[in-house]
């Protein structure tokens, strides 16, 4: 498969890559500073505006699959960071990609958004309604209602804290419970998601993720 990742110079965009290559898919990396340097090696650099309409329409063309990775840029990874890229990059992005895609596509969103709050540890909801966390889970709620009413084969996944490395097994469903500071691997995650993009039972939901 040929597989555009949107923010694949991100942590996980380039994790999702990784995965793909080991089952011998073509990753496509975008971002901006998408380069050789900054993707894993035998993935595809391309570098590029998500937001951009004309960039977008040449950036999927003969893709089999999206992965949509992006998050909003803050000035480090603390939660209580300034944030220091739009704060409606996830809905901007998606409603230009629906625009001149009709493919596979999974969107990362992120335990707590929507109708996984109640599912989603107390402390951790009031860490995001308190930080810097919240324009972006609030935009992830936008973007991840137009994929649920975009009419294609689509995946929206929400993944709770990410850990780096590995973590152990994970189980996907729509009634996944977390607590507040519950953690899976990225690897983990990002394998995951290479393999959801041929699972023709995970089209049309949106799933949770947690320790299997």
């Known amino acids: 498969m040929r597989v555009l990742i949107l923010g694949g110079t991100g942590r996980l965009g380039r994790a999702v890559a990784e995965a793909l290559l ?4 073509e990753p ?22 998500v937001c951009d309409p004309d960039f977008l329409r040449a950036a999927v063309d003969g893709v089999d699959a999206v992965v949509a990775a992006l998050s909003i840029p803050r000035k ?3 939660p209580f960071a300034a944030v220091v890229g739009p704060e409606d990059l996830h809905s901007r992005s998606t409603r230009m990609l629906l625009e001149v895609y009709d493919g596979r596509l999974l969107k990362v969103s992120a335990q707590s958004v929507g109708e996984s709050a109640p599912r989603a540890g107390w402390g951790f909801r009031t860490l995001v309604a ?25 995946t929206i996944v929400r993944p709770p804290i990410l850990a780096e490395g590995r973590r152990g097994p994970l189980r996907a469903a729509e009634d996944v419970v977390t607590w507040s500071w519950t953690k899976v691997g990225i690897v983990d995650l990002a394998e995951w998601i290479a393999e959801a993009l041929t699972d023709a039972s995970l089209e049309g939901r949106t799933v949770s993720l947690g320790p299997a």
């Open 22 to 25: 080991v089952r011998g898919d």
């Open 28 to 49: 496509i990396c975008v971002g901006r500073s998408a380069s050789p340097e900054t993707v894993p090696d035998g993935a595809v650099p391309l570098a590029g505006d």
């Open 76 to 78: 480090s990874r603390s």
């Open 130 to 154: 308190v930080s810097n966390l919240r324009p972006a889970f609030a935009d992830h709620a936008v973007a991840d209602a137009l994929v649920q009413d975009s009419g294609l084969a689509w």
